[in-house]
């Protein structure tokens, strides 16, 4: 039942404080600032590796992931999308764990790829929302996302939902491998619980960003660019808009452009920049001098010091509230969520069950 809300992917969009909030929970022990004694396929503590496969969103969140590891916990990961994983051979080290993510735990491409590892003895952890799933079964161990049924073929709240379940694995790790102590542990945790009243008041955003949808449905070609875990962001809200509004999009890192997609730069295509204020923000305002000296629109996602620091002429800015470092991508999904929900809604495309997209795919 949608209730009030006009598609399924809106209703899931304005679920996600509430479903985040459960997720975290579930791992998290927000009185002591620790995470969960919650039971893992293996020990955070000594893989030496974490192998990730997932497609689509579910592997973008993966990607956000893989920084959340090697940043916090100090832990490699690799990343695949599973359609490659599943035949490329990769030698794996048996001290490895896999890790694999999945809203609907059907998907074929990451089913395979978990079966792969299992061939070669690797232990098995999933992400997943549907815990009856098959992928959920060949686990050695599940860790559940507690965003409940998700019926738009654009995946919102699962998404948000994977990367609440990621950063509290992140946490996990980095205090069984010592990256952190207990007041550092407390600090994440602390900052982590934070997350859905920040992405409650972004969620306020909404009536901004639909005036901008309006421009934005307007152009036949977008770019989104980001640095650091704004990167799998950038490809995130790519995906997004060309998923339901049909708009040719392509998500790069920032410090790409330089390489390649500068020269499409004109007035015809926005480019959309993911930016907090954070260690590499000067980085990406450069990027974003070398768009405006090609006579590139910009659209900049960003929070009150990056708007203020930024000095670049905007065709529209969006402020989101001041995060912690570890939880700016869970709010700033919203964001680009919206931005593409409501694109989508302007051209009158079916939101909730695109073209040629199916929710589930059984099949590679
Ligand atoms: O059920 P899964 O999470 O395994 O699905 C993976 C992708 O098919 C899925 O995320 C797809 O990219 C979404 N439609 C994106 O919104």
């Known amino acids: 039942d949608k209730?009030?809300?006009?598609h399924f992917m809106e209703k899931e969009i304005y679920e996600q404080p509430e479903v985040v909030s459960h997720t975290l929970a579930h791992y998290l022990d927000f009185a002591n600032g620790?995470?969960?004694?919650f039971e893992t396929p293996f020990d955070f503590g000594k893989i030496d590796r974490l192998a990730i496969s997932a497609c689509g969103t579910a592997y973008l969140a993966g990607l956000v992931g893989k920084y959340w590891f090697e940043r916090h916990a100090r832990l490699p990961v690799d990343i695949?999308?599973?359609?490659?994983?599943?035949?490329?051979?990769?030698p794996l080290s048996k001290q490895s764990g896999a890790l694999f993510i999945s809203q609907s735990g059907e998907t074929a491409d990451t089913l395979a790829s978990l079966r792969y590892c299992r061939q070669e003895g690797l232990p098995i952890g999933a992400i997943v929302n549907v815990r009856e799933s098959t992928i959920a079964r060949e686990s050695d161990g599940i860790f559940p996302t507690l965003a409940g049924p998700e019926i738009g073929v654009a995946s919102t709240k699962a998404f948000t939902c994977q990367l609440s379940v990621l950063a509290s694995l992140a946490v996990k790790a980095a205090a069984a491998r010592g990256e952190v102590d207990a007041e550092g542990e407390k600090l994440l945790v602390r900052q982590l619980s934070e997350a859905p009243k920040l992405a409650n008041q972004t969620l306020k955003l909404a009536g901004q960003i639909e005036k901008l949808a309006?421009?934005?449905s307007h152009y036949k070609h977008v770019l989104y660019l980001g640095r650091d875990t704004n990167y799998p962001l950038a490809m995130e809200g790519a995906l997004k808009l060309k998923e339901i509004s049909y708009i040719h999009?392509?998500?790069?890192?920032?410090?790409?452009?330089?390489?390649?997609?500068?020269?499409?730069i004109d007035e015809q295509m926005p480019v959309i920049v993911i930016a907090p204020h954070d260690r590499i923000f000067e980085k990406t305002v450069s990027n974003m001098q070398e768009v405006a000296a090609r006579g590139g629109k910009i659209i900049l996602i960003t929070d009150a010091k990056g708007a203020?620091?930024?000095t670049i002429d905007t065709l529209d800015t969006i402020i989101v509230p001041d995060v912690p470092e570890i939880i700016s991508p869970i709010v700033y999904s919203l964001p680009i969520q919206m931005l593409a929900y409501y694109t989508a809604v302007f051209m009158g495309t079916d939101v909730d069950q695109p073209r040629n997209l199916a929710k589930s795919v059984t099949v590679e």
């Open 80 to 90: 695949d999308i599973a359609s490659e994983f599943r035949y490329r051979e990769m």
């Open 34 to 37: 620790v995470a969960k004694d």
């Open 214 to 216: 309006r421009d934005l």
């Open 249 to 264: 999009a392509e998500g790069y890192a920032a410090g790409e452009l330089k390489h390649g997609p500068i020269a499409l």
């Open 308 to 310: 203020k620091h930024s």
């Open 3 to 6: 209730g009030n809300y006009r």
